[in-house]
């Protein structure tokens, strides 16, 4: 079986060039945040703090979670009910960062995700994939941009869905969840000693994504 693991912050075009590059090469695409997202949902919605490490531990037993490929876009069930949508809200991506700081969260995921690398190809994207979850991973990227970069392209994708908002707030935003991310105790965002850095503040998509293509075909 083949992995490719393709780690970095949040607004650095990975899930977008991962599904492409996922239906491209033929594998199944893993958007491993979906997980810690439908989890922070979950505890938003059951009155938790999703901070309460303790409360939010006693709410794992209650979540089921199914992930599926139809047509290589992911879908995420949670008991039963797709999520797929209700996880992009935005206080949404701030509790899944907050339930995301939990061992016992992280540890809940790991087996899952390990196991849907054991029996098809996979594509894998998320904080952790290089350095802990597919350690042997065939292609590691590591996939980032300026925080600049990253909450103007941010602020322009909710523009266009009709949400305004300062880019400033924005940009205090797309920090205050890198740094949570970045220091946290367990699997904090970094790069793999063999992953390779790919910067796309200065790369438009299609750039981004034949720079990915060129490094996992020469990997591969
Ligand atoms: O990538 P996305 O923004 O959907 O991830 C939501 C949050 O889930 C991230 O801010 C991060 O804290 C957490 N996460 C993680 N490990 C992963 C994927 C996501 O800790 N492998």
């Known amino acids: 079986m ?3 693991a393709i780690d970095g912050p949040a607004g650095a075009g990975k899930s977008t060039l991962a599904r492409r590059l996922a239906k491209e090469l033929g594998y199944i695409y893993v958007d491993t945040g979906a997980m810690y997202r439908a989890i922070g949902l979950y505890a938003l919605r059951a009155g938790v703090d999703p901070a309460d490490a303790a409360r939010v531990e006693g709410l794992l037993p209650r979540i089921a979670l199914r992930l599926e490929n139809p047509a290589g876009a992911q879908r995420i069930y949670l008991n039963g009910e797709d999520v797929s949508e209700a996880i992009r809200a935005e206080q ?14 992280r540890a ?4 899952l995700q390990r ?12 904080r952790d994939i290089g350095t802990v979850i597919l ?3 065939s292609v590691k990227i590591f996939l980032t941009a300026s925080p600049e970069a990253r909450a ?11 949400i305004e908002e300062e880019y400033e707030a924005v940009l205090e935003d797309v920090k205050k969840r890198d740094y949570q991310d970045s220091h946290r105790a367990a699997a904090p965002l970094r790069q793999a000693e063999d992953a390779i850095l790919v910067d796309t503040s200065e790369l438009d998509f299609d750039q981004s994504f034949e720079t990915l293509k060129k490094i996992i075909a020469e990997k591969l």
């Open 108 to 111: 809940f995921l790991l087996d």
């Open 152 to 162: 103007r392209r941010r602020w322009l994708e909710n523009k266009a869905k009709g």
């Open 135 to 137: 350690p042997d991973a």
């Open 115 to 126: 196991g849907m690398a054991r029996t098809q190809n996979v594509l894998m994207d998320g």
């Open 2 to 4: 083949y992995s490719i």
């Open 92 to 105: 949404v991506g701030m509790a899944a960062s907050a339930v995301a700081a939990h061992p016992v969260v």
